[in-house]
């Protein structure tokens, strides 16, 4: 139980373009999730908190008209890189708190690159 | 400064032995510390969750230690296996406070 799927695994977009990630939590409801960014050989930084039926919460210095978050459903959170330029090339990383002492469950990540 | 630090940064181990990570943390007042395992282009995979009142956890050969007065905890490889080559992170969460503290890793390659 308690599975996260991330989707895709991996984007290659144009500068200028947008891209949308998708964040479902399979077996479980999740008020909340988390996204996160990652760069090589450092720690996930938060970005922002998802929550179900409300505005997201945004992380200092994280552009909340850049990153778009949507979080329409108790299992479905949307992250979506707006004109997408080189430097936003990372790895994405969400998560759900599953309850029931589970904790904390990450899904597998986009890695996203822009040219 | 961090409030999650991991030691040693990097490790490379043959394969067979046995290793173990550290991580020492700030947080609190502490609620729970977690390890991860995260594969290079993966998200990452909880191998245990400790709470203050638990000192040991096991999850197959990983074995996770707290020690929650010097606010330490140990994450010991037994026997180690090419798959272990990966970032094992510590995760610790405060009480009343859905925020994570992440430590950066520590990045473990097991060769033959």
């Known amino acids: 139980g308690a599975v996260v799927s991330q989707h895709p695994s991996r984007v290659i977009c144009k500068s200028g373009t947008s891209v949308k990630i998708e964040c479902r939590s399979l077996?479980?409801?999740?008020?909340?999730m988390f996204w996160y960014r990652q760069f090589p050989k450092q720690s996930l930084m938060l970005m922002a908190t998802?929550?179900?039926?409300?505005?997201?919460?945004?992380e200092q210095g994280v552009e909340k008209d850049k990153f778009l978050i949507n979080h329409a459903s108790l299992t479905l959170s949307t992250l979506t890189v707006t004109s997408a330029h080189p430097e936003d090339s990372s790895f994405y990383i969400c998560?759900?708190?599953?309850?029931?002492?589970?904790?904390?469950?990450f899904g597998s990540g986009t890695r996203l690159t822009v040219v | 400064k961090n409030q999650v630090e991991q030691s040693p940064q990097s490790l490379i181990i043959l394969e067979g032995k046995n290793c173990t990570l550290q991580?020492?943390?700030?947080?609190?007042?502490?609620?729970?510390l977690r390890w991860y395992k995260q594969d290079t282009g993966r998200g990452p995979v909880s191998l245990t969750i400790?709470?203050?009142?638990?000192n040991t956890k096991s999850n197959g050969r990983y074995t996770a230690t707290l020690d929650a007065d010097t606010k330490q905890s140990s994450l010991h490889i037994t026997a180690s296996q090419l798959s272990d080559s990966a970032s094992y992170i510590c995760?610790?969460?405060?009480?009343?406070?859905?925020?994570?503290?992440f430590g950066k890793g520590n990045q473990v390659v097991v060769i033959p």
């Open positions: 998560s759900a708190h599953s309850g029931g002492g589970r904790g904390y469950t």
């Open positions: 077996d479980f409801q999740a008020t909340t």
């Open positions: 998802s929550n179900e039926g409300s505005k997201a919460t945004y």
């Open positions: 991580c020492n943390y700030t947080v609190s007042p502490f609620s729970n």
């Open positions: 400790m709470t203050f009142s638990e």
């Open positions: 995760v610790v969460s405060a009480e009343g406070n859905n925020r994570l503290a």
